[in-house]
């Protein structure tokens, strides 16, 4: 038997299907940044919002005390908007954290709920 020659369509073919499936890669690792962000935001909202009711502070009272409006707190709150560090920073602040120890709960958090989830 002879040698099977390779066709340049066949290269172009195999270039073309290759160029596809990077995009599909680039499209699923896409989607899956988005889902974290989610998780990530919707792990603050809780941690806010169960901090805020521990010390039995209004979200009036927390936007007050660290300078941002009511809205922002309860978009935040309920997950529909994420926050920057700088008013994650302010609202910390204004529960009696700083930003360090409110990161640690949220990840003590995250690891807690993923210990649960694969039980």
Same mark, same amino acid.
């Given at each position: 038997m002879g040698k099977k020659r390779i066709h340049e369509s066949d290269i172009d073919a195999a270039v073309l299907i290759m160029r596809i499936l990077e995009e599909d890669l680039k499209k699923l690792k896409l989607r899956q940044d988005r889902a974290t962000e989610k998780n990530?935001?919707?792990?603050? !909202?809780?941690?806010?919002?169960?901090?805020?009711?521990?010390?039995?502070?209004?979200?009036?009272?927390?936007?007050?005390? !660290?300078?941002?409006?009511?809205?922002?707190?309860?978009?935040?709150?309920?997950?529909?908007?994420?926050?920057?560090?700088?008013?994650?920073?302010?609202? !910390?602040? !204004?529960?009696?954290?700083?930003?360090?120890?409110?990161?640690?709960l949220a990840e003590q958090k995250k690891e807690i709920r993923e210990r649960t989830k694969h039980r």
């Open positions: 990530i935001q919707v792990t603050v !909202a809780k941690i806010v919002r169960g901090l805020r009711r521990e010390h039995g502070m209004t979200q009036q009272q927390l936007a007050e005390r !660290a300078g941002i409006s009511q809205t922002y707190i309860s978009l935040i709150e309920s997950g529909r908007r994420s926050v920057n560090l700088r008013r994650l920073q302010s609202m !910390a602040r !204004a529960l009696g954290y700083e930003l360090s120890e409110l990161i640690k």
